[in-house]
């Protein structure tokens, strides 16, 4: 962990509490309301609890979402008993809550300590006086959130938001309320740790560095929050600095006075940190002390990194760019939005963390953004970015909707920032904070004012209030009020020409070649929907194929109109897929598509300064837009973008004509070479016209050289760019291979995909060897297919690519594993019947050939 501030002395009161249902809806089950109590254990929720007792099955399969609603209906109460012979002498003695979720009351040994009404904040009492010798008993009461917000709702009045849901009446994870992608779980219960902490004196509450470079020395300037027990006596406050290679690098010593105290330390010849793919993350140990005469009061330490970061903005003939600059150079980004892992975080271990974050740089990012509907980041998840260079947008928490200005509100969501900003401050990975989601959008665009009615909507939040904090205590850090932002509230914030931008009129309502049609200057979201894995999404149908109409599949799709949009997407491309496979395959083909498309035309612009794609995880198995799925199997997308997110990157994309790309205008096609490594670099690209066959028609050679930070083109002969439903454009250079289609499939003439393939276990791996005879497009293998066979749990299992277009007499190469390094038990080969439908790639459909066949000479569309 990046933080480990310690007092002298703690008790800590998680583990095992006892949990109790106390009030709620008649519907509530008889266990509940029988009066008895189960064991709980904390931090947690109710919902893990009540799994743990074997009370509540998996609400995840199936339809039995509807079966736990009562649960955030209910009201709830955590208790237990602990010993106290003060153990822990000092001037105060305090009762810290890092989190409670949400509606809580506390007592210690029957009186009442607080009311608490916010999940984002952490809590301390001075409990000293209610503490007794011997046994002590701690009672905490969480009421239902849902009854709150319709509370407050009743008193604020209406206010917009995209669901029938009160979740922006309440300080709480929005996305407990369900969202698109997500499931209603209500929760409540102790989420974060609690303890007693004994000091006297004076305590470390914040440390936050800030530094600034000169040359190759870095100068830190060491924020330290104080908190004291009673007058102010003499004392001193000391940082030090350790050097990665763990010498020490710097120190400095001052008198605390009456104000929170300020360090100054300098480095020469400092290791910067810099982002995945720029440089290494070198962290610098930052230890700091408050003593009196008798000793150490209070100690802190964190984990930070040298570097600094702006947001340049600079007028173009478009409108204004906006580019991220990470020691003095422009970082174009490649990332994914981060949403929730689990809607119970006590679910999310360091190993599932690790994973996703694994998942991330190993798919090409060097940014996640943390979107604003969730919560906080926790000290694992920023240590991990830090360590892997990881930068983290991160949001405040607002999402998609109107929020109430009154003093009461703007008094919590201070009291969150100051606590959030003080704690993840030292982080070198956070380069920038923003207000929120999508909740200035609303008011152009999604009729708020006419709900409204002039009410305020929560803009005092993103431009006074959250800035103030940001001003404040941590004023080096860039700041953006929303996504999306246009500079102005007076000017519509998805405007296109500045600031970060939305692209969701693709997915909404057009073909994906309409990404196209943009040329943003950085794109904080885009995505396309999509099935999860198949092993993911039949683990909680229970019932039926996996087909659109089945109830329990449209359960597990949340987006609006989602079935519709997929269905839309796949019909210039595929028709109308008639086995549940091909259509499980194939809408995973065009997210994948889509999503490579729209990254590489956004790369190849030289003023899009990033593309963050909606979304890296999932909370839970779920049709959603997903690169990994609720299980941690990456779905073909991921795959799709660890190409298309390259530090070099080959494409070939329409010239830009009048703002518009048309591949069928005079402008023709291009190709483009996209540098965003270290190094210059300069290839040879062969791109050559072939008919389907393989049969190549036409060949040109095109030397580009290009900078870091930078892009190189060439427009392509018309020889080799006119249209044609028989043949096709491939490029090849450095190992790096894109293609051009000029129509969409159900356009192109009839194409058989002939290949032969198998497979052989050889060192604890399976390896599987396809061999083209015709042109195979989006070859793809399915290591989860092969669970119950090789014995192992799907999401043990990864696979090394997939989205391949190989031509006839090509052979690919996959290599199957499990993801711990362990080795595979696996049969010594496999034959081509027992690879269907592990192996796919289009035009390979599961209705002409039964599970089991093969055809002659591997041609399953025979």
Known sequence: MNTTTTAPQTLDLG?????????????????????GSIPATVPGQVHTDLLAAGLLEDPDVGLRESEQMWIGHSQWTYSRRFEWNALLPGDRIELVADGLDTFATVRLNGHEVAVTSDQHIGYRWNVANLLVDGENSLEITFGSAWDAAHECEAQVGELPRPYDEPYPFVRKSACNFGWDWGPHYVTAG??????????????????????????????ISVSVGIDRSGPARDLSISAV???????????????????????????????????????AQPLYGLSVEIRDDGGTLSSGERRIGLRTVLVEEEPDTIGTTWALVVNGRRVRVRGYNW??????????????????????????????????????????????????????????????AAYDESDAMIEAVTTEAEQAVARLASHPSLVIWCGGNECVWGMYDWGWPEILEGRTYGAAFYTEVLPGVINRLDPSRPYVPNSPWSGSLDKHPNSRDSGPVHIWEVWNNVDFVHYRDVDPPFVSEMGWCAPPAWSTLRRVVTEGELVPDNPQVAHHMRAADGMEKLARGLAP?????????????????????????GAEWLRTRERCAGVVIWQLN???????????????????????????????????????AGGTADPTGPDGLEVVLVNDGLFPWAADVVVRRLALDGTEVARETVHLAVEPDGTARAVLPAGLTAVSDREFLVADADGLRSTWFFVPD????????????????????????????????????????????????????AVDDMM???????????TIGRRDGSPLSAPADLSQAELFPVVRCIGDSAVQVPVGSTGAAGNRSA
């Open 15 to 35: 583990g095992a509490w006892n949990l109790a249902w106390t009030a709620g809806p008649d519907s509530s089950p008889s266990y509940a309301t029988s009066g």
């Open 190 to 219: 102790i989420w974060q740790p609690i303890r007693l902490e004994a000091w006297s004196g004076a305590r470390i509450d914040s440390i936050r560095p800030d530094v600034v470079l000169d040359g190759a020395t870095a100068r």
């Open 241 to 279: 600095l350790t050097a990665p290679d763990g010498s020490e690098a710097a120190r400095s010593e001052v008198p605390v006075g009456s104000d929170d105290a300020v360090l100054a330390l300098e480095v020469a010849d400092a290791d910067l940190w810099w982002p995945v793919g720029l440089g």
């Open 339 to 400: 949403i929730p892992d689990d809607p119970f975080i006590a679910e999310v271990t360091e190993e599932r963390l690790g994973q996703r974050l694994d998942q991330a740089v190993g798919g090409g990012a060097n940014l996640l953004r943390v979107w604003g509907g969730g919560y906080f980041s926790t000290e694992e998840f920023m240590a991990g970015c830090d360590e892997r260079g990881l930068m983290v947008w991160h949001d405040f928490l607002f999402a998609c």
């Open 573 to 597: 491309y595929f028709g109308e897929p008639q086995a549940a496979e091909d259509w499980h395959y194939l809408t995973q083909m065009v997210q994948a598509r889509s999503q490579a498309a």
């Open 618 to 656: 999932d909370c839970w198995p779920v049709l959603s837009w997903s690169a990994v799925d609720g299980d941690g199997i990456e779905k073909p997308v991921w795959y799709a973008l660890r190409r298309s997110f390259a530090d070099r990157l080959l494409a070939v994309v329409p010239v830009t």
């Open 746 to 797: 159900t356009a192109l003439a009839p194409t058989e995909p002939r290949f032969s393939a198998r497979a052989a276990t050889e060192d604890g791996v399976l390896r599987v060897t396809v061999e083209a005879h015709a042109l195979l497009r989006d070859l793809c293998v399915f290591a989860d297919r092969l669970a119950d066979l090789l014995g192992v749990a799907a999401p043990e299992l």
């Open 804 to 814: 391949l277009t190989i031509l006839p007499g090509e052979t690919a190469v996959f």
